[in-house]
């Protein structure tokens, strides 16, 4: 069949390495792959031009389908399979994880397995890679034995790409035509590197072994066995994919641009780390049982705040970086015509003060398990406590990074209170002393007296987005996981009950607001906000509505248990950039919601 210019974002799958990803579509073609880490330059983009963007894709002589594809149970190597009328074709594909090798550049290793399990078949394998996000074509060269290897040069940019037959040119496209045999697997190696080397190392199918092992292993550490395991663990495996391993680093999805409306202006850099989503993510990790993330991230926070001592950014490159302009690529068409295409993010200059918050309270928690302190953090406490003193009463962006103009956003009023409230016990408990520590204790009483009165709204029958202001916001759902009020306060409830009635679509799936925030085009419901309503069903003893709703955001992600960032209300198809850190944690809090309701085990708290 013809590939269509542009697949739904939810016909791809994610393999990686802790270091970058690739997104392969439901036809076998890898369509986004930025390497040698996930904010370097694209070197297939096709998901974003169709034209330009650059692709390796396969073929199968006569024409074919696509039929089914799976992960390999517990694994990220994941497996497609097309039909032809000559048979089927089954493509293994994965990166080979060393997450100990941090340093050894010449250990990015992709590979693609090809074979054909019914009968023989001819396949073939195209390459066309088009470097700097779809502007460059790399100097290529044809080497090896039978002129086997195909190298791509640019800068210090250096790929050689392994195959079982020679390389040929069709296009603008290098291609490897494959005669395949029956049970008998052939693959096409693809290394890359900063140096030149050409030490190809150990034959593919023990790579897929070692990788298969690697992933086994790691899911095998998981101590979940509640409710909706499957998507519990595949949400596990995917956040462990956005992880960057040198650094302990962590990226809110592996893309660039995909819009949040299709046509529309929302298309952002997700490539980066911002405090807000790590913290949320590490969270979830620690319900699973994997400190060491924690640990690790703990670590890079401590190496932030020793080289920029005096202030937060709300996002930083994945190596810590503070600078991350933002530039438009006119030269790439973006998804479905979806404008412009974004590298680098302006959020990263504003001032968004839940941040401080979100960061706190993920500190506390990691602590609170035993674990060894993480450099830097007796340092940063201190002068995160008296920033948010003398910080939290002005107006900010918000979490949403709305580009509209500033507002005293209830939520990072919120967080504020909660970098208090966990900074001083966090201080206590590791016995550090807080100069002025009862100026403290009073600010946040004062905080917290000004969310009760200024942050809720009679007219509205909830708390409000901004103080004084009545709009709602789904940030409100957050009240009761920051313990800052019970679930079953009278307040509470009637904040959820008017969040379901008003900002919600037609399947009961929330919308993060609705107002005008600086962009005219609109944009679909947000997971995230979607499963924090779940949670707080559970929590006010809501089983079946909470069980429900889940059940029913859940059968939209695809059919590998992946999702984006939104839902279009009216197709239910996925949006924004994918995979996405905020909703595949989300899914796994709201799993561990619905099971300490279920056993009737009181508010969620990974300590127990």
């Known amino acids: 069949m013809d590939r269509p210019r542009y697949l739904p974002i939810g016909d791809y799958g994610i393999i990686g390495d802790l270091h970058s990803t690739a997104l392969v579509g ?17 070197v297939f983009g096709r998901i974003l031009d169709a034209d330009n963007g650059g692709s390796m894709w396969v073929e199968v002589e006569g024409g074919f389908i696509p039929d089914s594809r799976r992960y390999l149970p517990g694994t990220n190597i994941l497996e497609t399979t097309l039909s032809s009328p000559q048979g089927r074709l089954r493509v293994t594909d994965f990166m080979v994880v060393r997450e100990g090798a941090k340093t050894l550049e010449q250990d990015h290793i992709l590979v693609r397995l090809l074979e054909a399990p019914d009968a023989d078949l001819k396949a073939s394998v195209h390459v066309d890679a088009r470097l700097e996000y779809g502007t460059l074509d790399p100097r290529a060269t044809v080497i090896g034995p039978d002129d086997s290897c195909l190298e791509l040069e640019h800068g210090d940019l250096h790929m050689h790409l392994d195959g079982p037959v020679s390389w040929t040119r069709q296009g603008r496209a290098y291609v490897q035509r494959l005669e395949l045999k029956q049970g008998e697997p052939q693959a096409v190696v693809v290394r890359y590197d900063g140096e030149r080397t050409y030490e190809h190392g150990a034959e593919a199918p023990a790579m897929l072994a070692e990788t298969k092992r690697y992933w086994e292993e790691w899911i095998g550490r998981c101590d979940y066995d509640g409710p909706y395991l499957d998507l519990v663990l595949r949400s596990a495996l995917t956040l462990k994919l956005l992880i960057y391993a040198p650094e302990g680093s962590i990226v809110a999805a592996p893309t660039t641009s995909l819009p949040e409306w299709i046509g529309g202006s929302r298309n952002w850099d997700y490539r980066f780390t911002w405090l807000r989503d790590s913290a949320f993510l590490v969270y979830a990790l620690q319900l699973l049982g994997y400190p060491e993330e924690s640990a690790a991230f703990m670590a890079w926070l401590g190496r932030i705040h020793r080289h920029h001592p005096k202030n937060w950014q709300t996002m930083y490159g994945i190596d810590g970086r503070t600078d991350l302009p933002e530039v438009e690529l006119n030269q790439l068409e973006g998804y479905r015509k979806s404008r412009p295409v974004r590298v680098g993010n302006g959020a990263a200059d504003q001032l968004q003060l839940d941040i401080y918050g979100e960061t706190m309270d993920s500190v506390y928690l990691h602590l609170r398990y035993g674990k060894i302190e993480a450099p830097g953090v007796r340092a940063g406490l201190k002068d995160m406590l008296h920033h ?24 990072s009023k919120l967080q504020s209170w909660v970098a208090l409230d966990r900074g001083l016990k966090l201080a206590d408990q590791l016995r550090i002393p807080v100069p002025k520590r009862q100026e403290l204790v009073w600010k946040k009483e004062e905080i917290r007296h000004t969310i009760l009165t200024r942050g809720w709204s009679d007219k509205l029958g909830a708390f409000r987005q901004a103080l004084d202001e009545d709009a709602l916001d789904a940030t409100a759902l957050m009240i009761p996981m920051l313990n800052f009020l019970p679930a079953m306060d009278p307040r509470v409830v009637q904040t959820v009950q008017t969040i379901r009635r008003d900002l919600t679509d037609e399947s009961g799936f929330v919308y993060r607001y609705r107002r005008d925030d600086g962009l005219a085009t609109g944009e679909g419901t947000f997971l995230l906000c979607s499963f924090w309503l779940v949670n707080n069903l559970a929590m006010q003893r809501q089983l079946g509505p909470a069980r429900d709703l889940f059940e029913r955001l859940t059968a939209h992600g695809n059919d590998l248990g992946l999702f984006s960032e939104e839902l279009d209300p009216a197709s239910g198809e996925l949006l924004g950039n994918f995979p996405q850190a905020f909703t595949h944690l989300a899914i796994i809090n709201a799993a561990a919601h619905i099971e300490r309701a ?3 085990r009181g508010p969620l708290d990974p300590v127990h």
């Open 598 to 600: 279920a056993e009737n």
């Open 388 to 411: 948010v003193a003398q910080s939290w009463d002005q107006p900010d962006n918000g979490i949403w990074e709305v580009r509209g103009g500033q507002r005293h956003f209830l939520y």
């Open 26 to 42: 439901r036809l076998g073609s890898i369509d986004w792959m930025c390497v040698p880490r996930f904010d370097s330059p694209s």
